[in-house]
């Protein structure tokens, strides 16, 4: 097997995945605008829209201010994932490379709001006016009227949740036999 087999591709996915969330987030906010400016679009009514919303911290708002703590995990995540990508059984393991792509997609699309690299300034609160936004940039509003009110997200969340459930799948696989032995 080639050393470098598995790289391009989950190069490719990664990055694949972390453009077309940061595409969707710009055309998004361009249209809209920063929250509360412009109102939402309603694709299905009473279960999805889409509407720009900011968040300072991490998954359902968890965590409001700890951006950096956030950032600087995010940068080790990626440094583990690339460390297990350095092993050959990684890179050959089809599923786990696409596990592993899509989550660093998303950790690169949200980490590139959160270091403000969109370069926003607050509109709102008066005190907060023109300051940079370490935010992530959310747009996806999905709720049940009556039932459930989901907290806007993005496709980088999007892409985080299927590659953790895919790597939650991946754990269930019997292990292979090691030495002609069956696995325990």
């Known amino acids: 097997m080639p050393h470098h087999r598995g790289w391009f591709p989950f190069v490719i996915l990664a990055a694949l ?14 249209r809209l605008g920063m929250p509360g400016e412009k109102p ?6 009473g279960m999805l829209s889409l ?3 900011l968040n300072e911290g991490a998954l359902f708002g968890m965590g409001q201010g700890l ?11 990626i440094g583990g994932i690339l ?7 990684t890179r050959s393991d089809r599923w786990l490379l696409v596990a592993l792509a899509l989550i660093t997609g998303g950790i690169i699309g ?6 403000g690299l969109p370069g926003l300034r607050w509109h709102a609160p008066p005190e907060r006016q ?10 996806i509003h999905f709720k049940l009227d009556g039932i459930i009110d989901w907290p806007i997200f993005n496709l980088a969340d999007s892409w985080l949740v299927i590659g953790a459930g895919l790597m939650l799948l991946l754990s269930l696989r019997p292990l292979p036999a ?6 325990p």
């Open 67 to 77: 951006g950096v703590v956030f950032a600087a995990v995010s940068l080790c995540a």
């Open 17 to 30: 995945s972390a453009v077309v969330d940061l595409a969707t987030k710009a055309s998004i906010f361009a």
């Open 110 to 115: 949200n980490l590139y709001d959160r270091l």
């Open 178 to 183: 090691v030495d002609g032995e069956p696995a």
């Open 83 to 89: 460390w297990m990508m350095s092993r050959p059984a």
């Open 40 to 45: 939402g679009i309603v694709l299905v009514p």
């Open 51 to 53: 509407e720009t919303n």
């Open 130 to 139: 023109g300051e940079a936004v370490l935010a992530v940039r959310d747009w």
